[in-house]
């Protein structure tokens, strides 16, 4: 009971920084501006492990390996906790290829509630302050759907698609990564 406690408060601040830290990076390669209520928060959550990583790591172009490397470590520190506490079988060395797999499954994650966001926001509430800044975020993301998915009766429900799609890159991400633990 208490590492499933730990697992899942673990899970919760790990989601909530290093999902920060994803977005962080996506608004800084779509050149979001950061004066506005969603920028200030991802600031304000991620400025404590991204600005001294951004003394060692540089840009790369439009994207800010810092904040990427931040999720990373922040997952990766999770999952040695969680294996610690576990009495794991699997060596300390397949950690870091496991932390990959959290990475791009907390990316997967960022992306739905992106995406959720975007669709509450454009069927409920068109006019809202973050509807300009969530449409930057999702916008270039669901460009290609829209280009082969017409609108019906003025609906836009590529970003219902884009869901469906990415619920099944997590299923595939899931399997390998089962696959992966299994051949270790």
Partial sequence: ??????????????AFVGGACLLRLHMQALRVPFGNP???????????????????????GRWDLSSLLAAYLLVLAKTALLWTLLGAA????????????????LGVSML?????????????????????????????????LRRHLPEIAGFDFSSLVALVLLQVLAMVLGGLQGEMLRLL
């Fill in 38 to 60: 969603v920028g200030r928060l991802v600031f304000a959550v991620t400025d404590w492990i991204v600005l001294p990583l951004r003394r060692v790591v540089k840009p790369l």
């Fill in 1 to 14: 009971m208490l590492y499933q406690i730990v697992s899942f408060l673990l899970e919760i601040a790990v």
């Fill in 112 to 144: 739905t509630a992106l995406f959720i966001v975007y669709a509450v926001l454009s069927w409920v509430q068109p006019y809202s302050p973050l509807r300009p800044i969530v449409d930057r975020l999702c916008g270039p993301l669901l460009a290609p």
């Fill in 90 to 105: 699997t060596p300390a060395i397949y950690l870091p290829v496991i932390a990959v797999f959290a990475l791009a499954q």
